[in-house]
């Protein structure tokens, strides 16, 4: 399995704990809250659905909603499938919600981790917010080092390019010391002082909008006719 697929299985069973969804939500979802899966397809989505269901983390059902079943016999389209995370789903998802390992720190990899945040434990956030903070910062003393080197044979543009790639890479550690000084004093981002996961925003969806600065959601308004 390739690393983009496992970070999409995650966020579909995190997704599915929250409550069953038909396909178009599940996209709409993971378009609007997961910005790192903003130009993925349903020929993505799909599949994995799919792989999901014969493991046995998810079943299907047919939409029960008064719209898919006017839907079916005046338009001659399938009802919408429903999607409901299995007893084995849940706890699969919480043995990938507890791994601190080296891919918990990568770049699309953290951000779909910290969209569920609210679902994991304080001790696992406090492990993998300080594992992207270490690598950040082998990143940043890398790209000071080319900077150095490399500085006299930039021309202006290359140079300014470089500069600005920096402090992308520092604010984000000074953004990760903020969240891992909040963790430590036991805080969640609500700041209620509580032991257990941190409280979820429900006005922008369970697990939340990652808090990227210049990252604007754009709704799907396409339609789903048949899952």
């Not at 021309?155 to 520092?170: A, K």
Request: aromatic share 8%.
């Amino acid at each position: 399995m390739s690393r983009r697929s496992g970070i999409l299985e995650f966020a579909v069973l995190g997704l599915l704990r929250e409550s069953p969804m038909h396909g178009y939500e599940l996209r709409k979802r993971l378009n609007t809250s997961l910005g790192v899966f903003r130009a993925f397809s349903y020929g993505t989505l799909y599949p994995c659905l799919k792989t999901l269901v014969a493991n046995g983390w998810l079943i299907e059902e047919p939409g029960n909603t008064s719209e898919d079943a006017l839907a079916a016999p005046l338009t001659g389209r399938r009802a919408k499938i429903v999607y409901r995370l299995t007893a084995e789903g849940k706890e699969h998802f919480e043995q990938l919600l507890s791994q601190t390992g080296p891919d918990a720190y990568e770049d699309e990899t953290f951000a779909a981790r910290f969209a569920f945040f609210g679902q994991t434990s304080r001790d696992v956030r406090m492990r993998v917010l300080e594992g992207r903070r270490s690598r950040l910062e082998e990143r940043l003393e890398k790209m000071r080092a080319s900077l150095a080197r490399t500085r006299e044979r930039l021309d202006d543009y290359t140079l300014e390019l470089q500069r600005h790639g920096m402090e992308s890479v520092e604010r984000e550690v000074r953004w990760l010391n903020e969240l891992i000084e909040s963790e430590r004093a036991g805080r969640d981002l609500r700041g209620s002082a509580t032991g257990g996961p941190a409280q979820q925003d429900t006005t922008s969806g369970a697990s939340g909008d990652l808090p990227r600065p210049g990252d604007t959601s754009r709704p799907d308004s396409s339609d789903d006719t048949a899952t």
